[in-house]
């Protein structure tokens, strides 16, 4: 998510369940928005119908002005914000501009859409200026692209961002009118605003239910707590495994070089040095080794890729991972060759010729 969650403060009410109609909202949420905006700590409030990583953005079919596309390829998804949105979320606009608070319901028709709907609907034209509507074919007027904003992640953290529209609250309140969620950025640590926060909305109305006050930070940290939790249990397999194939190389390793203490003492007898001896059996432990990890490591390339969905920040072709435990087993594959066939070398070559 590109979208900076520090400092944000999440606030969701209910005008629904408090009994407002549809005419009402637009002073109740300006209301809101000026109270909560001149409390200390408070550098900037806003409203949205979602916010990114909440999971509950809306899909709308979308055409665009002087396009012809099948109905299967028009789906977006829809947010409904109020000024000063995307500073408060922190998303950067990186043409145009975002919603004004002159973007009410008697001024042009106005939307901003990401850089994942500047993509897949207008790749070789800038989008600024362009015009869509809802549904299909395109209705005139539309709403008229007046910013495109870089890509934020609304859904799952494992996939990339889709392609997501901005309108105005106040200019869509027929379609969406209960706008629920308050999006407040803090100087500090927005938790040491909530009392300030839940106060003003009671103030403007008592009745006014908060069904949940979290930061974006949190929101986030909780979004992701499946894939946590199976990257951790999936790296404790790891480590077990890894433990385990250590302990079996070494072990298979270490009796297949004391297996040879009978040969190595016959070598030394003919008249090999000691030294001689230890990088025969190095040599021939590398070996082995060099042909386990060039099996090894395709075989791992192709798993991962099988389970490449549930890798959250890890890539399926991860080198450091890779290399780790290359390096890992060929240490203990070393390891489990060298201490036998120096023990083996020190013993007098009589003695080793005795060995069972």
Known sequence: MRASPQHVLLVRINPELAGYKFQQLPSLYRELLDRIGVLPGVRSASMGTTSPMSGGETAADVSVEGQVRSPAENTSELVAVGPQYFETEGMRIVAGRGISSRDIATSTPVAVVNQAFARRFLPKESSVGRRFSLGFPFKAPGFEIVGVIEDAKYGSAREDAGPIFFLPAYQVLSILPYVNEIEIRAAGDPVGITAEVRRAIQESDSNLPITNMTTLTQQVNDSLGEQRAFSGLTGC??????????????????????????????????????????????????????????IGVPLALATARLIANQLYGLKPSDPFTLIFAALLLTGVGLLAGYIPARRASKVDPMVTLRYE
Do not use: D, H, P
Not at 256 to 264: F, H, L
């Open 237 to 294: 397999f790891g480590v077990l495994g890894l433990v385990l194939a250590c302990v079996g190389l070494y072990g298979i390793m270490a009796y297949n070089v004391t297996g040879r203490t009978k040969e190595m003492g016959i070598r030394m007898a003919l008249g090999a040095q000691r030294s001689e001896v230890l990088w025969m059996v190095l040599r021939q432990t590398l070996l082995l080794l060099a042909i386990g990890i060039a």
